[in-house]
Nanobody, 122 residues
Framework: QVQLVESGGGLVQAGGSLRLSCAAS????????MGWFRQAPGKEREFLTA????????YYTDSVKGRFTISRDNAKNTVYLQMNSLKPEDTAIYFC???????????????WGQGTQVTVSS
């Protein structure tokens, strides 16, 4: 069992940056693939990015490639999402997720956080 808690969301102007954090409980964090998703009002949840357990490989969808960076610190049981050049359309609730399956492009995850709100003003 893994519990995930996101933080770092807030209100930012277009063009600005935010760094989200996701703290995980449990001893198995370093063995899990980690991912970030978002859900905007009235829209389906969108898969954004994922990182392998050791942090050597990452995957990004086209919507965030070049602007967002995923990273992790296994010593701190934490995964991060650095978001740059934010746009109003990035406004959403952002979720982190964990799964023991190592396939980076798989959008299915076993464990989910509660989410953190990101609002980008124009």
């Amino acid at each position: 069992q893994v519990q995930l808690v996101e933080s770092g969301g807030g209100l930012v102007q277009a063009g600005g940056s935010l760094r989200l954090s996701c703290a995980a409980s449990g001893r198995l964090f370093s063995t899990y693939r980690m991912g970030w998703f978002r859900q905007a009002p009235g829209k389906e949840r969108e898969f954004l990015t994922a990182i392998t357990p050791g942090g050597r490989s990452t995957y990004y969808t086209d919507s965030v490639k070049g602007r967002f960076t995923i990273s992790r610190d296994n010593a701190k049981n934490t995964v991060y999402l650095q978001m740059n050049s934010l746009k109003p359309e990035d406004t959403a609730i952002y979720f982190c997720a964990a799964d023991p399956n190592l396939l980076l492009t798989m959008p299915d995850y076993r464990y989910w956080g509660q989410g953190t709100q990101v609002t980008v003003s124009s």
